[in-house]
Every structure is written in C-alpha cells, then in structure tokens.
C-alpha cells in the first residue's frame, strides 16, 4: 500500500506555541486540511499521522489532553467519511534521545513493522516543520513541506491544496 504521512498540528489543526497548548480543548482544522486529506485518500493512499508531542513530556499537556484531540480530530475527519489508518506519536521530550522523535525515523519505522505492505517508493510525507521535510529525506521518501512554518527549504513550502497536483507526479 502507499501511503502519505501526515503531520498533525499546523499541518491537519491548528498549532500553538508549546505554553497555549494547556488551554486547548478542542482542534481547529486548517483550511483545506479536510479537502486536501480527502483528496489524498481518493488517489488511493492510506493516511498514517506521525506527530511530536514533546510539551506531554515537557508538561504543558497530559497525554489524555492528547488522546481527546485526537479523538474530536478523528470523529470530525470521520464524518467527512476520512479514515485515518494510524497514528504514532511521541511523547518524549526532545533531548530525551528517543528513537521515534521526528526527524529521526522510529515513527515510521514503527508503521512498517506493523504494516509490512506499505510501499515506501510511493509513500510520501507532509507537514510544515523542518523536522518533517528531514524526516522524508531521512526515509528517503518524498517529502512536502506545506505553509510558512518550514525554514528548511524556500522551494519546498507549498500550499497544503497543492499536495494533490503535486502527488499526480509521484
Ligand atoms: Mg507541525
Ligand atoms: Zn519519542
């Protein structure tokens, strides 16, 4: 199967500096999130999450703050008939020297082993960190950096709606 690796926060719902993060209670989708993932779906890929929830470890949020935003984030692409095959996502804090933090690869690693199928080869990734770029060129995989949030690389920050012209390349 191919598949496209989707950040979560400032990619599917809204992001915050790691202190807001406290108060937050519900997700906000970004615009064109909803279509852009729904579109991807429609080219045949499955959606795999894989997100960094370093402020767990660092405090600003309890991991069941986590799992409920998670799970509204769910139930709303759910009802935009969306299903999210997986999601990873790591706690740890990021000098905790963990293997799945992204931009190192254990995330990915992690879905491989429980999806022996996935085709690398026509798997992509996108999100709108640096890290998340670093990790598709750590898995050498294809990699999107999507809004104003990417300082890795000018010529690879995209709208998240050109993700789908952009996948009739792959
Ligand atoms: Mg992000
Ligand atoms: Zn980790």
Known sequence: MKVAFFDRDGTIIDDYPDHKWTNIKRPIFLDGAIRTVKEVLNKGYKIIIVTNQYIINAGYIKEEQYQ?????????????????????????????????????????????????????????????????????????????????????????????????DLINNL
């Open 68 to 164: 409920d935003i998670t799970k509204q984030m769910l139930m709303e692409l759910k009802s935009n008939d969306i299903d999210i095959h997986d999601i990873y996502y790591c706690p740890h804090a990021k000098t905790n020297g963990c293997y799945c933090i992204k931009p190192r690869i254990g995330m990915i690693r992690q879905a491989l082993k429980e999806y022996p199928d996935i085709d690398l080869s026509k798997s992509f990734m996108v999100g709108d960190s640096a890290v998340d770029v670093e990790l598709a060129m750590n898995m050498k995989i294809k990699g999107f950096g999507i809004g104003i949030g990417s300082e890795y690389d000018d010529k690879k920050i995209i709208q998240i709606e050109k993700i789908k």
